[in-house]
């Protein structure tokens, strides 16, 4: 090593005492990979366990810092920032300058307590939307122990050496040490779309920009091809994207368009409220009323009535459903996906590992040409049988032309990571006693090209001896056009029609039996040429056979497939296998019922863009589609306004995903590039959790429409019986009575509607259409006409008060009535436009919780000697209760009889 570079590496040597921050502006890129191992005290082993511990003590979490939330204390002044609360509270200040010191400590306690519960509801608000954030925990792929390891990616620290490959974020700041055709896209970064290729040499020029450091590579940026390693060198806050993190402030909170349409009607919903609220000031006014018995009435109603508080209680609900998600296995990234799931019309799901187990096993195998089972005709190495000169050859393709890792298990069955289809071509030559290790030792690879879901082959440049062999293996319809030879019987003869036609039958014999099939091809040469592209290096191959394997389907998909049929929804199989493996499986399932509603890639190229999307309804199965083809099906249903949810785990599913109104990536197979574009992520890469996360946001849209159902006909309630007392010169109901019910009907009891259980006949309703407004299905109708009601029955409960006692009796019973019958009505609206008894009275516990709780409470300030005092109402007898009871029951007889009405007109309709 350079002796003045061994100083300059001294220099900054702390002999492992060191911070992030002393890595943070280390120009690495001017050092050899040596020099830089021996910087951060590591080896291209990686670090143990113990060192990554110690590490992580020093440096902290691999995350990048957000700004801090806002303090209780903040958010407890904002709940006063509303200008009616503003006026309220002048109100109250005036109240008492005229020594009315009872009602201005009321309203000023109701307005503190609901302050302190929109700081609770605000604050739950925000740590459920926390905790969406940690659903989705990224892992990366490095070196602990010497042994390959799935990490989290905020616990990697400088010193790892991280193994990237296509699809994979990059997760800390690091200097290459290995590069195999690598290309990463820096736009996160340097704006610059177009992928940069990667080396590992030394750059001498020390002060450049990141995009020319390409010996580097950068925390957030996405492995486009290729595959390399690194050595982590800076991480967090130090990295290149870190340093400009640092000067931007947290972005503001997404809202969903449910929010958006609901915030932007509160809007109009406000003005209608001030004007009434004027309306029956100026009213009390012209009737002889007192100027701020009037003005407090008009403020308090305005307060309670404007629904300030719906987009707060609409986040928690969605935020709460979505946690139940994670639980089940769908995990929300984006919260509009809520919404947008329970109006999904179509779900197109990759076939392998969504729809079936992948579980992959080797079953048949086609050399010398014939079909042979896998598990009856080798026997160990070294053991003679009649197709061992072909069959060598074949192992090693499958298994040198391989991406799988094996970690060795002293006295177990090693471990074996990587793509399922992979894994199991290594599984079945270790059963035939050909190890990968060993025959990486003796057959090293050089240089390959990767697979890629346009040409469907990989290639690998292996060195034995004095020569180089190619291995290829990929899809055999591409495979066989690149080859001029055969391989039978351990004899090279050239490839003739008659091998083609041998080879394409076999291929479709195991392709009807699910099968999922690959082909082996190599050749022999004697360099390496200077361009390693498909055009050089995969041509004049030698086909070695064939290896079909079994991926059967998920056991609960039949059943998922059956409830989207139910729902309405329509479920798409598309796949990279042959069409008839990806029809037998569909026809298991259910998706199809014959063949002629499945479609080629081939097929689809040769259909114009106008044809498509008039005869898109025909198919249900698409096979052997490249990526481009899955954009094209989306676009064409989306053209036929239909909800399409698409699933896609590979770097090239990213356009399709984005284009789907809800892309859904693969937890397990998925690459971080695909799950980064999705609205939701599979944990397990089933099917069915697709159609469970479907039925969840179903049941979050319907119980959306029942608080906002509950809250506007409340505050309806109220309007009207203010608007007509005041206009009939009734004294109905003081300032602190409006706003104490508003404090007991609009937080608890709203919530707890929230969390309501999913219809039964949930999954068996059409999906609502895009763009359906909320209060569509009768539901505005039915707030206007329940809100009648409530006002209705408060009114006749204050007339018979009037009537028969007095009027505190008849206040009393107005505010005893107008509280209990909001209550009651949360059970009309739990069961939306069927029958009341069609819900379980138990079946929402925290319902039940928070409307006794909420009764209790009206009724105590009623009942209890010092607080009726305070609240300006006096104790009712047996008969007074009775009356107030029958009005407030009297809301679920008149609401169901209308509800039959409401029934009978949407049939006829």
């Known amino acids: 090593m350079n002796r003045n570079k061994q100083r300059d590496i001294n220099k900054y040597n702390y002999q492992g005492k060191y911070t992030n921050e002393k890595t943070r502006d280390i120009p690495f890129h001017t050092m050899t990979v040596e020099e830089t191992l021996l910087y951060l005290n590591t080896s291209l082993d990686g670090l143990t366990d113990e060192e990554a511990v110690i590490r992580r003590a020093i440096y902290g979490s691999n995350v990048l810092e957000e700004s801090k939330g806002k303090s209780i204390i903040v ?9 009616m609360v503003i006026i309220l509270l002048v109100a109250a200040a005036i109240s008492g300058c005229l020594k009315e010191i009872t009602d201005t400590v009321i309203i000023l306690a109701v307005v503190i307590i609901n302050a302190a519960l929109g700081v609770i509801q605000e604050s739950k608000a925000e740590r459920a939307l926390d905790a969406l954030k940690k659903l989705s925990v990224p892992y990366s792929k490095v070196k602990r122990n010497n042994t390959l390891v799935m990490v989290k990616t905020g616990e990697i620290v400088p010193g790892d050496v991280a193994y990237l490959e296509a699809g994979d974020f990059v997760p800390a700041d690091m200097r290459l040490v290995e590069s195999v055709n690598l290309k990463i896209e820096e736009a996160a970064l340097t704006g610059e779309s177009v992928p940069v290729e990667k080396f590992t040499g030394v750059i001498h020029e020390k002060d450049i920009v990141a995009g020319d450091r390409k010996n580097m590579a950068f925390s957030g940026c996405s492995v486009t091809y290729g595959r390399g390693m690194g050595v982590v060198t800076s991480m967090g806050m130090n990295t290149e994207v870190g340093k400009i993190a640092g000067h931007i402030a947290k972005a503001e909170s997404e809202e969903t368009p449910l929010q958006e349409k609901l915030t932007e009607m509160g809007k109009y919903v406000s003005v209608a409220v001030i004007a009434i609220a004027a309306i029956i000031f100026i009213t009390g006014m012209l009737k002889g009323r007192e100027l701020l018995e009037m003005f407090l009435i008009s403020v308090s109603l305005a307060v309670a009535a404007i629904p300030e508080g719906l987009p707060a209680v609409v986040t928690i609900v969605l935020a709460i459903g979505v946690q139940k998600m994670s639980r089940q296995n769908a995990i929300i990234r984006k919260l509009p996906a809520v919404e ?12 392998t590992g969504t729809l079936t187990q992948n579980k992959m096993t080797v079953t048949e195998v086609f050399l010398d040409g014939e079909i042979i089972p896998a598990n009856s005709a080798f026997h160990g190495q070294g053991q003679e049988h009649e197709h061992e000169k072909s069959f060598i050859p074949f192992i090693e393709i499958m298994t040198l032309c ?102 394409e039958e076999a291929n479709g014999r195991m392709a009807a039996k699910a099968l999922r099939v690959l082909a082996m091809a190599y050749k022999e040469i004697d360099s390496i040429p200077g361009s390693i592209s498909p055009e050089n290096i995969e041509q004049d191959l030698v086909f070695v056979g064939l290896t079909g394997m079994i991926d059967p389907p998920r056991p609960e998909v039949k059943d998922a497939v059956n409830v989207c049929k139910q729902a309405g929804i329509r479920p798409i199989m598309i796949s990279g296998d042959y069409k008839d493996t990806a029809i037998a499986i569909a026809l298991e399932l259910g998706i199809i019922n014959d063949d002629r509603k499945a479609i080629t890639g081939n097929e689809l190229d040769k259909i114009s863009e106008e044809l498509f999307e008039n005869s898109v309804e025909k198919y249900s199965v698409y096979s052997r589609v490249s ?40 937890g397990i197979t998925g690459t971080d590039v695909s799950k980064s574009v999705s609205d939701m992520v599979l944990a ?21 429409r029942k608080v906002i159902q509950y809250l506007l006909s409340a505050n309806i309630g109220e309007v009207i019986t203010l608007l007509v007392a005041t206009m009939l010169n009734w004294s109905i109901l003081f300032p602190v009575h409006i706003l104490w019910i508003n404090l007991l009907t609009d937080t608890f009891p709203a919530l707890a509607l929230g969390v309501e259980q999913a219809d039964r006949d949930i999954m068996t309703r059409k999906p609502v259409k895009s763009g359906t407004s909320i209060f569509s299905g009768g539901l505005g109708t039915s707030i206007i006409y329940q809100g009648f009601l409530e006002g209705l029955a408060t009114l006749f409960a204050y ?55 909420s009764a209790f409470l009206q009724v105590s300030v009623i009942v209890i000697p010092y607080m009726n005092g305070i609240f300006r109402v006096t104790p009712l007898n047996p008969a007074q209760w009775l009356i107030v009871g029958a009005a407030s029951l009297s809301i679920v007889p008149l609401v169901e009889l209308a509800k039959v009405i409401q029934r009978t007109f949407i049939q006829e309709k």
Request: hydrophobic letters at 40%; charged letters at 25%.
């Open 684 to 704: 397990d890469d089933n099917f069915a959790t697709i159609v469970t996360a479907v039925k969840e946001g179903r049941r979050i849209y319907s119980n959306i």
């Open 402 to 503: 391989n991406d799988s890792k094996v970690n060795p298990k002293p006295g177990m069955e090693d471990e074996i990571i990587g793509d399922p289809t992979e894994t199991a071509l290594v599984h079945f030559a270790a059963s035939k006693g050909f190890s990968k290790i060993g025959l990486e030792e003796i057959m090293p690879r050089i240089n390959e090209i990767p697979f890629d879901s346009d040409r469907k082959l990989m290639t690998t440049i292996n060195k034995r001896g004095e020569t180089y062999m190619v291995l290829t293996k990929g899809a055999p319809d591409m495979l066989l056009k690149r080859c001029g030879k055969i391989l039978l019987n351990g004899e090279v003869v050239p490839l003739t029609k008659s091998h083609i036609e041998k080879v």
């Open 799 to 853: 007339y018979t008060g009037i009537a028969l006692y007095s009027p505190n009796v008849a206040i009393t019973m107005a505010f005893a009535t107008l509280g209990l019958i909001q209550l009651i009505h949360a059970f009309n609206v739990r069961s939306g436009l069927k029958p009341v008894s069609s819900v379980s009275f138990a079946s929402n516990k925290y319902l039940l919780v928070a409307l006794l709780l």
């Open 340 to 351: 947008t799931l329970g109006s999904t019309n179509i779900i197109c799901s990759d076939k």
């Open 627 to 666: 990526p481009q083809h899955k954009v094209r099906i989306v676009k064409a249903w989306k053209k036929k306004d239909m909800v399409v949810a698409m699933t896609g785990d590979g770097v090239n599913d990213a356009p399709a995903l984005k284009t789907a109104d809800i892309g859904v990536g693969m």
């Open 75 to 83: 958010m407890f002044l904002e709940q006063f920032k509303s200008v």
